[in-house]
């Protein structure tokens, strides 16, 4: 049976509609490349080798170069001076620039005319047979490459198209990576993939700070004020509350205050006592 393409896809512009970003793409895919790599090469140092703790002869009157060991790098047998040990070639690649990286493959691919849209393949049981049918219902040659994105819960669609070979590629909305898409010729979607997709592009958002949002970082808050009115009898006693003085008042106690040091050249001094 032919799965039923959808003719003119509702594809969100947000997702295969953007200018595509080559630099990140190119990031992108090398980090996922490098994260690939096993990194479990291993060489051994002098200090790792068996053997060559006796001086190989004496250091004067042999009339050859002196030798403190035979496992030294320039001797057959010997340690390897800067050698590769086992690492990890992972790199930490933000996951906006991810995303960046995986629309603008989509956009890409979408703009060549290399999305399509089915309404869904029709596979009750596991069937390598109809599944090759459906991709050559599609128009797929021999020597492209399709990448299918399917359900998690497809389960006779993901044994159907896994004995396909090396040309078919099989991932889920979740797994779909900006690699995948650009070494295919086609990405098939399902209309239930592209809503999947349509929904992680709305959950992959970047979300504002909470409490940020009309003021910025480190600038001062502005003063609570509490709107409840008072009720009668909620008063603080006048007895009980402090004394603020007047700005009068406290002028006046400072001058008192300096009549009675008598220090020269302040206020309540005269000039010609000084």
Known sequence: MAPVVVEHPDLP???????PNVPVMHQVVTAQLAAARSGTHST????????????????KGT??????????????????AHGPTPRSYRQKTPKKMVWLALRSAL??????????????????????????????ALG????????????RDDEAAWKSFRNLGERVALTSVGELSAYDVLVSDRVIFTTDTLAALAARA??????????????SFGAASPPVIDPTPATPGSEVPLASRPEVPEPA?????????DDEAGEPGVRGVPEEDV
């Open 13 to 19: 512009s947000g997702i295969f509609g953007i200018e």
């Open 44 to 59: 051994k140092t002098r200090a790792e080798v068996s053997g060559g703790g006796a001086k190989p002869w004496r250091q």
């Open 63 to 80: 009339g050859r170069a002196r030798q403190g060991s035979s496992r030294a790098p320039h001797w057959k047998g010997g340690g390897v």
């Open 107 to 136: 956009s890409d691919r979408a703009a060549s005319g290399a999305v399509v849209v089915v309404e869904g393949w029709g596979l009750s049981t596991p069937k390598t047979k109809e599944a090759r049918k459906a991709l050559d």
């Open 140 to 151: 797929l040659q021999a020597k492209d490459r399709a990448l299918v994105v399917l359900p």
């Open 202 to 215: 709305e959950k992959g958002g970047p979300a504002e700070p909470e409490g940020r949002s009309d003021q």
């Open 249 to 257: 008042a406290a002028e006046d106690a400072a001058e008192q205050a």
